[in-house]
């Protein structure tokens, strides 16, 4: 879609206004919509860079890339999210070649770590994911770490 704008930015070039719609729209949809009571704001995102696409100036699909030593030792990415309305774009497969890639050119590896909702397997290992750990409960609902190694 050609009227999509991505955004990439460190958390301290972030504009008030990006930070909190990007808040709200993992809000709606982690926190309302799969109806999952917990933290949202876990401290991690000091310490990501954002990446985001927009539409008409509406955020509609955002992810946050996790540098190394935050969660896991390689670096990983997570909240990714796509806004109710705007699934059928299938953003969550542009923005996961998006993150490969500035993940391979800003920590120079190919290695990356997730915790992976269970039910997206197979979306994740599209791209090379594998699952390397036995499912666990985050936040209430049925997670496992996936490994991509290039």
């Not at 050609?2 to 949809?29: A, C, G, M, Q």
């Not at 401290?43 to 896991?72: A, F, T």
């Not at 269970?118 to 490994?147: I, R």
Request: charged share 25%; net charge negative.
């Amino acid at each position: 879609m050609n009227d999509l704008v991505w955004h990439f930015k460190s958390f301290d070039t972030l504009t008030p206004t990006e930070l909190y719609e990007i808040l709200r729209l993992r809000n709606e949809v982690f926190v309302v919509e799969q109806n999952c009571i917990y933290n949202e704001c876990d401290g991690k995102d000091i310490k990501c860079h954002h990446l985001w696409c927009s539409l008409g100036g509406e955020i509609i699909g955002y992810c946050r890339i996790v540098s190394p030593g935050v969660s896991y030792v390689e670096p990983s990415f997570g909240r990714l999210v796509s806004k109710p309305g705007y699934r059928e774009l299938k953003l969550g497969h542009q923005m996961l070649g998006l993150i490969i890639q500035i993940i391979k050119n800003h920590y120079h590896t190919g290695r990356i770590r997730i915790s992976a909702q269970v039910y997206l397997k197979q979306f994740y290992a599209q791209y090379g994911f594998v699952q390397v750990s036995e499912e666990y409960l985050e936040d209430t609902l049925p997670h496992m770490e996936m490994l991509r190694e290039d």
